[in-house]
């Protein structure tokens, strides 16, 4: 089906792990986004990509890597799990430039937890 | 730097009873204001959006919103809630950050409860 796919939903895993979070998004969409929700906070940026092999780090980038080898797929990667990395993680892919439609098309999160 | 702040978590009304839900920014230059819904377990989904036209923005579901200027406000309303509109409402106003590409600085979040 059409859209965009987070995997896993769900991840328990201990600090000090590496943990990589899937992003896939059938559109061709050039944009795409990873973000994460805390109560109190809202969504924050983490990374973001305009396109294949372009990357940039957002508000809160540190802890994190990511990479987009093809234009669909936009894994993030906890390389040492931390506790404060515990959050919903949201993936969201825009065919345009944000400021121009501010319309992001958004996964169904993947909710992490470190222990 | 732009930023946006919703001044309720928290919201709760009847069925049938108007909806507000109250968003303030500030911004150096004119903005692009959105407002989004995300229902439980879900990925959030735009509801509106103004980007310098009309200041009176419809959206999906019976939304509006207004952008005033002068308030330096973006409220949501709906004249009649629905069960179904029980979710979390983020407004988001645009930003430039120093590589050129634009972001969306979202706020905290409105959580709206809808009463039989």
């Known amino acids: 089906d059409a859209g965009i796919t987070q995997s896993p939903r769900y991840k328990i895993t201990e600090t000090g792990r590496q943990v990589t979070l899937m992003c896939h998004q059938t559109?061709?969409?050039?944009?795409m986004f990873w973000y994460r929700q805390d109560l109190g906070h809202g969504l924050r940026l983490i990374y973001y990509?305009?396109?294949?092999?372009?990357?940039d780090k957002g508000e809160v980038p540190d802890g994190y890597v990511v990479s987009r080898s093809k234009t669909e797929n936009f894994p993030l990667t906890l390389e040492s799990a931390t506790r404060s990395q515990t959050s919903v993680y949201f993936c969201?892919?825009?065919?345009?430039?944000?400021?121009?439609?501010?319309?992001?098309?958004f996964g169904e999160g993947s909710r992490l937890t470190v222990l | 730097a732009q930023s946006v702040t919703q001044l309720d978590s928290h919201v709760s009304v009847s069925e049938g009873t108007p909806v507000l839900l109250r968003c303030n920014y500030s911004?150096?230059?004119?903005?692009?204001l959105f407002w989004y819904v995300q229902h439980p377990n879900k990925g959030l989904q735009l509801l509106l959006k103004?980007?310098?036209?009309?200041?009176l923005v419809k959206g999906i579901n019976g939304f509006e919103a207004e952008f005033k200027k002068s308030e330096t406000s973006f409220h949501l309303t709906k004249p009649s809630a629905h069960m179904s509109d029980a979710a979390e409402y983020f407004c988001?106003?645009?930003?430039?950050?120093?590589?050129?590409?634009?972001?969306?600085?979202f706020g905290a979040g409105t959580r709206l409860a809808v009463h039989p």
């Open positions: 103004y980007t310098s036209a009309a200041t």
């Open positions: 969201a892919s825009s065919e345009y430039q944000p400021l121009n439609t501010g319309e992001l098309f």
């Open positions: 988001v106003v645009s930003d430039s950050i120093s590589s050129g590409y634009n972001k969306l600085i």
């Open positions: 559109w061709s969409h050039s944009y």
């Open positions: 990509s305009a396109a294949a092999d372009i990357t």
């Open positions: 911004s150096s230059y004119s903005p692009s």
